[in-house]
């Protein structure tokens, strides 16, 4: 009898609280947003997806290594010399052409590592967060604004620069090689003049050479003399 009544008290206390708080927030003002006609105000530094002005890229990929979990996949082409990109906003010089930058956000931690080391800003996250979709690929945002034709005629031209600078450098090497060739040949010639003149120059070469070390062994024989005598001179003195 006594758990039936205590149950029951239960019973009445829960449903008379619970009906207590909803009355009370029947005279109160409504705080639900009514999205989408309706959104909150954003925190100034919040976290959302990303975005490339792709204009002021310059391919240092440094984003690209910063990525902890790799989401970012870039892809470059190196200009040719008639080649001039221009330059960022920042004042950065572009000297590659940026064929692919594609960010994966299905794999995006979004701790905006990417966006601090980059030199020209051009990496950041928007506040843009309705970009659901049912399939995955499609999450994959591509930010290169060149097409297949700008690509393929951009490594057409630096395949041409490269065969004409090897074609230069093997020229260059050939021309010195014949240089070389010459300059054997020349000496050569000037090895095949008459042994007796260089026998005699190198007999005068000798003789010079044995009268200029006489006159060194004499001078040196002098000096010890000289010091011998100083020796038993100071020797006499003392006795």
């Not at 030199?119 to 945002?141: A, G, K």
């Not at 050939?174 to 090895?191: F, N, R």
Request: charged residues 40%; glycine residues 6%.
């Amino acid at each position: 009898m006594v758990k039936a009544l205590s149950d029951t008290y239960l019973t009445f206390k829960t449903i008379f609280t619970g009906m207590g708080i909803t009355f009370r927030h029947l005279f109160t003002k409504s705080v639900t947003v009514q999205y989408p006609l309706q959104r909150d105000v954003l925190p100034e530094r919040v976290r959302l997806k990303l975005h490339v002005n792709i204009d002021d890229c310059i391919g240092c990929r440094l984003c690209e290594r910063a990525c902890p979990v790799e989401c970012i996949d870039i892809g470059t082409i190196k200009s040719t010399d008639d080649d001039d990109l221009g330059e960022t906003s920042t004042g950065h010089k572009k000297k590659l052409w940026v064929d692919k930058f594609d960010i994966d956000m299905a794999k995006c931690c979004y701790c905006e590592l990417c966006v601090h080391p980059c030199p020209t800003d051009c990496i950041t996250m928007v506040e843009e967060y309705e970009y659901s979709t049912y399939d995955r690929n499609d999450l994959i945002f591509p930010f290169s604004d060149m097409t297949p034709e700008q690509i393929e005629e951009a490594n057409r031209k630096l395949e041409e620069e490269a065969e004409a600078k090897r074609r230069k450098k093997e020229e260059a090497m050939l021309a010195k090689k014949k240089k070389a060739e010459a300059q054997a040949a020349g000496g050569e010639a000037e090895g095949d003049k008459p042994k007796d003149a260089a026998s005699g120059g190198s007999a005068e070469t000798s003789g010079g050479g044995d009268k200029e070390k006489a006159a060194r062994r004499a001078e040196r024989e002098a000096r010890r003399a000289a010091r011998r005598a100083e020796r038993e001179a100071k020797k006499k003195s003392e006795e």
